[in-house]
C-alpha cells in the first residue's frame, strides 16, 4: 500500500515538473509576443 502512494505522488511530482519546465520554456515566447502587441 505504501508503495502504491509512493508513486502516486511521485508521477504527480514528475508531472509537475514537466508542467513547470513547459511554463519555463514557453514563458520567453509570451512575453516576446505580448511586447509585440
Known sequence: MASLILSRSLLYLLLALIM?????ITFPAWQKAALSV
Not at 513547470?20 to 519555463?24: D, F, K
Request: aromatic share 20%; glycine share 0%; hydrophobic share 60%.
Open 20 to 24: 513547470h519546465l513547459a511554463v519555463y
